[in-house]
């Protein structure tokens, strides 16, 4: 796996060359990001993709076309995040700094609705997965803040390789949805 | 209440029917009797139509030209499909303008979604939400929520079962 900063955008990353990325993302530059570059998918959406799932979008959409935990209300407020992403292990936490054995994730919101969720990666890394784009793995959170997914706003945190056996949270995990 | 068959006021009385009124005295003009009449309007734009009905015809009438809905279709995907490229939600999708007149267009967009949808699953999960709420059907059931190919073959599968598409 590659570790050093890109000094341009590889043609694997196929957003960049959207004719208004530069637009929609004005702080995201090549050389914060590094690593290799997940093939484009429509399978998973950013949301999963913090919870480590590939399986499914997550999306509490009001006509149950999407994957939402069955006990939290549909709604596209962050509270309902939350709670969805507690449904997986996650808690409310203070800060995004890498600490040993945790894994973090950062929920970005613009306009008080949340439109984007990035998963710290072991190397104290990031990454996110861009709608039906690639996902790739960025050094800062700040350098996705623009119009499209506004600013971090919150941050949840949960055992790194927590599994679908932990006690009281049956939902874990793809295979306990 | 005035019985019309009976005039409460023959002539010997001096006073009888009206066009205008059953009341007026006759020999009294109308300014003498009601006061003079309302000013008329400066400008009597009230009583112009608001629009050109020549042009509603025109436009009517292009509107129901053969082909005309697909076009139409075609344009109003091409837009939001241009605008939201790097959205996670659909519900961002689902709330631009161009996706909420082409739910608007109604069950005449049905044939064309299933066939985009037939043609290539990628991004079919962009339709789901519009074939939704036109359809008001959901045949995802709850284990199949957000498995996007899975939900692609359930959907084609309702369209077939109501003539909106032909699966080979």
Known sequence: MATSSWTDWPHEFTLSGATDFAQDFPNLQPNFCQGNISPATDEYNCFAWAASITSDRWEPDPLGQFFWPQ????????????AAFRTVGFEVCSNGSLENGIEKIAIYVDGGQPQHAARQLENGNWTTKFGDFEDIEHTDLACLHGPVYGSVHLYMWRPRGLSGSRKGA???????? | MVDPDINPYPASTGWRR?????????GRSRAAYYGPRPARPVSNDWIK????????EK????????????????????????EVRSKSLMITIAMHPAY????????KVLPFIFERIKRSDEKAYQWFWALAAITRQNPIPIEMRGKIREMTRAWLRWGQEHGYVVLD
């Open chain 1, 71 to 82: 006990t939290v209300m549909r709604s596209y407020e962050l509270d309902s995040y939350i």
């Open chain 1, 170 to 177: 049956p939902n874990i995990g793809t295979s306990l949805r």
């Open chain 2, 18 to 26: 009206s066009p205008y009124t059953l009341y007026r005295p006759v």
């Open chain 2, 49 to 56: 139509p608001k629009c050109d009905f020549r042009t509603i």
């Open chain 2, 59 to 82: 436009t009517a009438h292009v509107q129901v030209t053969e082909g005309s809905d697909e076009v139409e279709f075609d344009r109003l995907v091409g837009e939001w499909k241009r």
């Open chain 2, 100 to 107: 909420q007149q082409m739910m608007g267009m109604g069950p």
